[in-house]
């Protein structure tokens, strides 16, 4: 890689072809303007030094190399505050949608490989395959062609955390919504009653269609803080709905339905109310685990006083997650990111509970598509789709 940068009106050719060239050149430089003598200091002001940096950032960014950009961007907020330089490269930082964050990179391939795995066993099953070696030949093809896509799709555009999630909670959300349009419009119906070959080609289907949404939405720009509070509203969303239909004693059809618009309305409500107010990737966060919080005491009232009737029993828990969300809310309205958004992540991944170097954690299970197997009466494996959540993660 080649690339000229204009450093006080020098043009200088730096050459290397590794990404630790590229930070060592950009914080090589860093090094020089903030350490010059002080007859040189006289001449050259702060603003003068921060500006220069600045410009060296934005080179940096405009080859994609995102992570010597957002060294230099830091630097200059650090060491220059109160340079217009300083401003500038605090709004790229802050509104940049997290691109400079470098562990967004990874989930977009993690969630590939999983994705290509599930439908390397899902598409055999859809289309009728009950052999192990079918199976294992979806395997052996699925994950590894969606991991080379995905870290191929990742490199050409370079998204950020929230772009990223955007193609992978729609995958996920869309494998959900396909299967359950689905059933509702008696698509997966059989003989019998359900034909396990219509819904696993509702679920493929559905997930391909949320991962080419989600695609298209991370044309444009997305923030972390929208993608997560999109994701937290269409699982609070569909998790309301059923509870309002079990409410009012909604069974079958109706109750199916209630779920999945309601989880629509919960993930455009979210992305639309996480533009509005700013929310933060952090924040969304704490709003969803006092939602969490909420529905959990309002279970435990429930095992306390034994409600006689199904609506009161539904209802506790359901106003008592309500009241949570809006006192996490609420309390953290002042809440601001101390650093780029989206640099932090927590260990417990889309687990219920986490453990890493900070401690203990507490997310909202993020559901997965799997397959489960299941046996006849004659003896024989059979595998049905299914969903997973991931209770507990820990690293020691």
Known sequence: MTSDTNVGGVSSPW???????????????????????????????????????????????????????????????????????????????????????????MELPVFGTLFGAWLGVAVPAALGAESSEAFGAGFLIGAPLGLFSARAAQRSRQYSEGQARAITWGGVYGTWQGVGWAELFDWTSGDGGDDGEAVLTSMVVGGLAGVATGAVIARNPVRSGVSSAAQGGSIWGTLYGAAIAGMFESEGDAALATALVAGNVGLIGGAALARKYELTRPRVRWINLGALAGGLVGLGIDLLVEPDDTEAAIAIPLVASLGGLAIAASATRDLRPNAVEGQEDSPAGHALLGHGPEGWSLNAPLPLPTMLPVDDHNGRTHWRPGITLELLRASF
């Open 15 to 105: 050459r290397g072809d590794r990404p630790t060239l590229s930070l060592l050149r950009g914080l090589l430089l860093a090094m020089l303007l903030a350490g010059l003598p002080a007859a040189v200091g006289a001449q050259v002001t702060p603003s003068d030094s921060a500006a220069v940096l600045l410009r060296t950032a934005e080179e940096f960014e405009r080859e994609g190399e995102s992570e010597v950009a957002a060294a230099l961007y830091t630097h200059i907020t650090e060491r220059f505050p109160q340079t217009p330089a300083a401003v500038e490269a605090r709004a790229r930082l802050l509104g940049s949608g997290d691109r400079f964050d470098p562990v967004s990179r």
